[in-house]
């Protein structure tokens, strides 16, 4: 995806908002493994060049999603999410947000 930052937190911030987006139903325990998917590739298409100045908002809602999720995890499963499912998703997030913003 070779959006603008801009366009990427707009991006993002829909992901994060309640009803709709991904992140906002996985805080009320909804996880549904097809939209999982999307939001998925979606990470999966942001490439930053490595010498790229990065937005403060951009990171804000990047770093935090592999948290969120993993604190979302108790949650889900009460409400029907399958374990295996969630956590190879948890465990993809985590690999495409390190590939964005690396790993110390």
Same mark, same amino acid.
């Given at each position: 995806m070779n959006n603008s930052f801009e366009e990427w937190i707009t991006l993002l911030e829909s992901?994060?908002?309640q009803p /709709? @987006?991904?992140l906002g139903k996985l805080r009320d325990g909804v996880f549904d493994v097809h939209e999982g998917e999307q939001?998925?590739?979606?990470?999966?298409s942001?490439?930053?060049q490595s010498s790229a100045v990065v937005e403060l908002r951009f990171v804000s809602?990047?770093?935090?999603? *592999?948290?969120?999720i993993s604190w979302q995890k108790e949650r889900a499963l009460k409400k029907g999410a399958d374990s295996l499912d969630?956590?190879?998703?948890? /465990?993809?997030i985590q690999a495409l947000v390190e590939d964005?913003? @690396?790993? *110390?």
């Open positions: 992901e994060w908002s /709709n @987006g991904f939001f998925a590739k979606m990470i999966e942001i490439k930053l809602l990047i770093w935090y999603i *592999p948290l969120f969630f956590e190879q998703f948890s /465990n993809r964005i913003l @690396g790993v *110390p």
